[in-house]
C-alpha cells in the first residue's frame, strides 16, 4: 500500500461530503492561489538562503536583506494558511499549512535567542531546512489531491 493512499484515506475523511460538491468558482481560484503560493515559497526560501550566503560570505551588511526578506516570509506564510481555509482544502493540507507557520515561528525565536545557548541557536538552519523541504511536501501534496479530484469529477461525469 503507499503512502499516497494511506495518507488519501486519512487526509479526506472528514471533507469527503464537501469535496463531491460542485465548488464554487472563488474556491476553484482560491486553490489555484494557494498552489502558486506555495511555490513562490519554495522559491522565496531559497532565495533567502542565498541571501544569508550573501552576508556569510561576501559582505556582513547583507544580514539586514536576509532579516528584512524573513518578515516577507513570515506574512506569506500566514496568507498561505489562510488561503487553505479559503480554498476548502483538505484537513491534512490545511494542517501542513500550520505546520509551515510553527516552523517559521520556531526560525524566528531561534535566530533572537542569545549566544549562550548556541546550540539552540544552531537549529536555525536545520528548520530552515525543514521549511523547505515541508513546502515541497506540500507543493507535492496539492498537486496529488488535485489531480485526485479530477479523477473523481471524470468518475461522476461518464
Known amino acids: 500500500m503507499s503512502n499516497l493512499s494511506v495518507n488519501r484515506r486519512e487526509s479526506e475523511a472528514g471533507d469527503r461530503p464537501v469535496e463531491l460538491t460542485s465548488l464554487s468558482s472563488f474556491v476553484v481560484g482560491a486553490r489555484l492561489v494557494f498552489k502558486v503560493m506555495v511555490r ?4 522565496c526560501l531559497l532565495l533567502q538562503v542565498f541571501l544569508a550566503g550573501l552576508a556569510l560570505f561576501w559582505d556582513p551588511a547583507r544580514w539586514a536583506s536576509h532579516t528584512g526578506f ?18 476548502r482544502l ?4 490545511r494542517l501542513r499549512s500550520a505546520g509551515l507557520f510553527g516552523i517559521i515561528l520556531l526560525i524566528a525565536v531561534s535566530a533572537k535567542l542569545p549566544s549562550g545557548i548556541g546550540y539552540l541557536s544552531a537549529l536555525h538552519p536545520v528548520l530552515a531546512l525543514l521549511l523547505f523541504m515541508g513546502t515541497v511536501s506540500l507543493a507535492r501534496k496539492t498537486d496529488a489531491f488535485q489531480r485526485e479530484r479530477k479523477q473523481e469529477a471524470a468518475k461522476q461525469n461518464g
Do not use: M, N, Q
Open 40 to 43: 513562490l515559497f519554495a522559491v
Open 70 to 87: 524573513a518578515r516577507l516570509l513570515i506574512l506569506v506564510s500566514v496568507l498561505i494558511l489562510v488561503v487553505s481555509f479559503i480554498a
Open 90 to 93: 483538505p484537513l491534512a493540507l
